[in-house]
Antibody
């Protein structure tokens, strides 16, 4: 059974940092492009970042470019999102999701709240 | 970035109704269009990829069509479990932008 389990969310002050993790199991993690997608409370889905299977290609949304860093450790079947200089508008549930052209598997999400 | 516009933003329908949701891209995306269903408090679920390919396990009452800039998701006979929010997403180019969502509510 495919499982994606996010962790690391929480309450952080504006300007602060947080590191999200996504633990994967039940599939060959090292073969898949992985993504972070977020959803602000009551809002739609917002793609954040993608990383290819070997970390050769990395993409970011303009809104997080220069502040967020995606990475992965294929030996640990894990995906990460380092978030710096956090803003109120980064408040959202952050999901990790598999796939390049379509996101078949999703985690349950982890809530990040940026507030003073 | 490619903009994805869904309509309507919400709709009310009854069980058994035929429901159609549209998604328009700001430029041609061929058939690189996905549809997701999301229920409250849950992660999105992929229903259809490449505009019309139904994912395994998704009921056949769901169908997708379109190419270029205009796409539709159709639910042929709405069931109680279909009340949810539906999102389109283009996978033609990065960033993989989503539509704003269509909430399907009970009439």
């Amino acid at each position: 059974e495919v499982q994606l389990v996010e962790s690391g969310g929480g309450l952080v002050k504006p300007g602060g940092s947080l590191r999200l993790s996504c633990a994967a199991s039940g599939f060959t993690f090292s073969s898949y492009t992985m993504n972070w997608v977020r959803q602000a409370p009551g809002k739609g889905l917002d793609w954040v970042s993608s990383i290819t299977s070997s970390s050769n290609y990395i993409y970011y949304a303009d809104s997080v470019m220069g502040r967020f860093t995606i990475s992965r450790d294929n030996a640990k079947n894990s995906l990460y999102l380092q978030m710096n200089s956090l803003r109120a508008e980064d408040t959202a549930v952050y999901y990790c999701a598999t796939g390049d052209t379509a996101h078949l598997y999703w985690g349950q999400g982890t809530l990040v709240t940026v507030s003073s | 970035d490619i903009q994805m516009t869904q309509s309507p933003s919400s709709l009310s329908a009854s069980v058994g109704d035929r429901v159609t949701i549209t998604c328009r891209a700001s430029q041609s995306i061929s058939n690189y269009l996905n549809w997701y269903q999301q229920k409250p408090g849950k992660a999105p679920k992929l229903l259809i990829n490449d505009a019309s390919s139904l994912q395994s396990g998704v009921p056949s009452r769901f169908s997708g069509s379109g190419s270029g800039t205009d796409f539709t998701l159709t639910i042929s006979s709405l069931q109680p479990e279909d009340f949810a929010t539906y999102f389109c997403q283009q996978s033609y180019s990065a960033p993989r932008t989503f539509g704003q969502g269509t909430k399907v509510e009970i009439k």
